[in-house]
């Protein structure tokens, strides 16, 4: 257990893990102050602080921590994360004095790519090309950002590209946990279909191009509801009474459907020119990007607490209620009367944040950094 602030501090940087998953709650908890209190120019800002301080601390603190397993890094991490760490501040700063903070999160992109990139070469680990295409592809719409025009929907689809990759390994221990607890003797085996994930990503980085190339609507609709069935198709495998059952595998199951139906919703909403488009991706902003990166906090943030056996915090199974509550304010309540378009979900998304990060700052410190017990 830890004792200090000091040594608190000190175990965060070396478990980026853990200094990083705080950082975008503390991110989260921000932006939805300036949302609730119309602080400047809101619209704005909520935009940079959501898309690009909150999910770029979340996918590194997750890389840093999974590429070195993958590679077998046994270095110390605790450089990336002052660097990683430093780039974030200077992002925030510079946009509250006015400047373009981008510059500094398409660098943290850039070394990020290039990181994972070196370890996993030098691990001579080949199997994730895919993942090095995505930071790079990232990094380039974050350059073309500062340089000519900002792509926020070009980088959701990304980000949602690398959810799914992510979530593929994920599923796969969420699965095994699931059936273990069930069936103890380890006599079944869940295997998730790669070809549905391989083909939801490569969908997912093509709207993402259809976006930055500006091609029309029919276009991006047309791959956008294909995102939508193709994702949609997934869930299928989780149909089995021990993972609907389960609670993690379950909350797994709901966040892979509700995305799927938000982005066919899309697609048809570009197909038929219904105008919603705006609303659908706020959307898929809070109930896939953030759902999936809350539950991936905790997640990872147990099994990486001693954690063998999974079992949510009571937090974490409110946090995607809350969640929901949020979205269905937004995509539907708010064509009824306008508090529940930006005030209600910025209220349960903080709220949900602020659970976060006052249970899991105790989680940490109460319990040392583990590996991963797989």
Known sequence: MISSLKELIYDFFIHPMRLFFIMSGLFAIFGTIILIFNIGDFISFHKFIFIELFVSSAFVGFLLTAVSDWADYKGSLLPYSVIGFILLILALSTQILGFNGSIFIA???SFIAITTLIWLIKAKNYDNFSLIFLLCFIAFIEFYGVIY???PYALIHCFMGGIILIGFRIS???ARLALDRKF???SYIFIPNPILKNISYISLLALAL???LRLDNTTSGFICAGAGLIILSQISQWHHRVFLSTHYTFIYYILLFGSGLIYLALGVDLLFGLNFTSTILHGITIWSTIGFIFFVFNVSSLRHSGQATLNLPICGKIGIILLAIATI???FLAQIWDIFYITIPAILVGLLFLIFVGRYTIIYKNNPFTDDPE
Do not use: Q
């Open 149 to 151: 025009e900002p792509k």
């Open 172 to 174: 796969t221990v969420l």
């Open 210 to 212: 259809c976006d930055i």
């Open 329 to 331: 304010s937004k995509l």
């Open 184 to 186: 103890k003797d380890n």
């Open 107 to 109: 660098f943290l992109w």
